[in-house]
């Protein structure tokens, strides 16, 4: 368990949009240390961390990054991308998603988007603000978003200091590939397209 360099940038894009984040409910799925709902919570958000119910432990690292950040009112819950489960029912409708390096194993990608689509079903205004390190040129959300009518807008990094090597003196991201993207649904427009 350690900061991705994925969630440097999401925490500094959160960080630039600091002005719209009280007041919003704001989910971060797959949360590990917490860093872009850390930060998310310090901005005045109200943040529920979610990260494997299968995973105990990451639960554990998601309550401990609460304790050393002085945030008692972040609720952790345990979520498994793609379960339907009384956690993810019992959830209220959020505003904003936040995935940080979800987007890791291709096998995984439908389960995340199952996940996040039930989400949008309470709130169809919801946006998931996601980052996610290009590994492979053969891995596509395409056909995913297309599949859930969703569609994606890619933000480009320097639209909010974060197209360096490093950011808020820290190392990451490094000279990693880092890619950000805003997913909703679809609505009018033609599903499974991300705009660049």
Same mark, same amino acid.
């Given at each position: ?93 959020? #505003?904003?998603?936040?995935?940080? #390096? ?46 859930? #009518? ?47």
């Amino acid at each position: 368990m350690y900061v991705w360099p994925c969630a440097v940038v999401l925490a500094q894009y959160l960080w630039f949009h600091r002005g719209s984040l009280p007041g919003k409910a704001v989910l971060e799925i797959g949360a590990g240390v917490s860093l872009p709902g850390i930060m998310a919570a310090k901005c005045g958000a109200e943040v529920i961390l979610s990260d494997s119910s299968e995973l105990p432990h990451c639960l554990e690292i998601c309550r401990r990054s609460c304790q050393m950040n002085n945030l008692p009112q972040v609720q952790v819950v345990g979520l498994t991308w793609g379960h339907v489960s009384q956690a993810l029912l019992a959830l209220p409708p959020q #505003d904003i998603i936040l995935a940080s #390096d979800v987007f890791f194993e291709p096998e995984d990608f439908e389960d995340i988007l199952t996940t996040v689509y039930l989400l949008m079903q309470k709130n169809p205004k919801v946006q998931l603000w996601s980052t996610y390190q290009v590994r492979s040129a053969d891995w596509s959300l395409e056909a995913l978003l297309y599949k859930w #009518d969703m569609k994606c807008v890619h933000i480009p990094l320097e639209s909010f200091g974060a197209d360096k090597e490093d950011i808020a003196e820290s190392a990451l991201p490094g000279r990693h590939t880092i890619e950000m993207l805003v997913i909703s649904l679809a609505k009018d427009s033609f599903s499974g397209q991300c705009q660049y």
